[in-house]
């Protein structure tokens, strides 16, 4: 299986900050990456496909960035609610679909 | 609206098994491959299992291979994950997925098994 590999695995950050969540994969997989965030108690919501692509109704302080096996989530201006875990994923293996160890953004 | 509900899960012994289903509604299920998800308590999430849309292709993490089962009712809009030989380290939340071109779009609340004696 393709190993997905996250850092940091957790941060601090505040309110107005701009956050970078790293994410390698260890075998190219071309623009075949996802990202989640999931909040406790909650399943994980899909954030950004295709590396850079916004899912529907997500803000747009959220963007994606990479491809082949270096990837990076932005969050421009940190909003309380954007305090939670977040998951890359590959998509590249034909429904084997791995997940990094996520990285928890606390305050 | 798009709704994904898991049951079966509960308190299994190690080495027992489960079946688990996930109900679909809201989309024409058999166009979409499904997926089953789970996480360890206080853990990360762990890719379990890929179905096509008919059925017939079927994918498992690694790991998992031997002892779970992935499978689907098209008639039924229902998918199931068959898990046997369950350890403690099995013990999760099972969520179930619709997947849309290469990305799960859409999740359950998840179903929680927990194996012990």
């Known amino acids: 299986d393709i190993q997905m590999t996250q850092s940091p695995s957790s941060l601090s950050a505040s309110v107005g900050d701009r956050v970078t969540i790293a994410c390698r994969a260890s075998?190219?997989?071309?623009?075949?990456l996802n990202w989640y965030q999931q909040k406790p108690g909650k399943a994980p919501k899909l954030l950004i496909y295709a590396a850079s692509t916004l899912q529907d109704g997500v803000p747009s302080r959220f963007s994606g960035s990479g491809s082949g096996t270096d990837f990076t989530l932005t969050i421009s201006s940190l909003q309380p609610e954007d305090f939670a875990t977040y998951y890359c994923q590959q998509s590249y293996s034909t429904l084997v679909y791995t997940f990094g160890q996520g990285t928890k953004l606390e305050i | 609206e798009v709704q994904l509900v898991e049951s079966g899960g509960g308190l299994v012994q190690p080495g027992g098994s489960l079946r688990l289903s996930c109900a679909a509604s809201?989309?024409?299920?058999?166009?979409?491959?499904m997926s089953w998800v789970r996480q360890a308590p206080g853990k990360g999430l762990e890719w379990v299992s890929g179905v096509g849309p008919s059925g017939a292709t079927t994918y498992y993490a690694e790991s998992l291979k031997g002892r779970f089962t992935i499978s689907r009712d098209n008639s039924k809009n229902t998918l199931h994950l068959q898990m046997n030989s369950l350890r403690a380290e099995d013990t999760a939340i099972y969520y179930c997925?619709?997947?849309?071109?290469?990305?799960?779009?859409?999740w359950g609340q998840g179903t929680l098994v927990t194996v012990s004696s």
């Open positions: 075998q190219s997989i071309r623009d075949y």
């Open positions: 997925t619709r997947i849309l071109s290469y990305r799960s779009d859409h």
């Open positions: 809201g989309f024409t299920f058999s166009t979409y491959s």
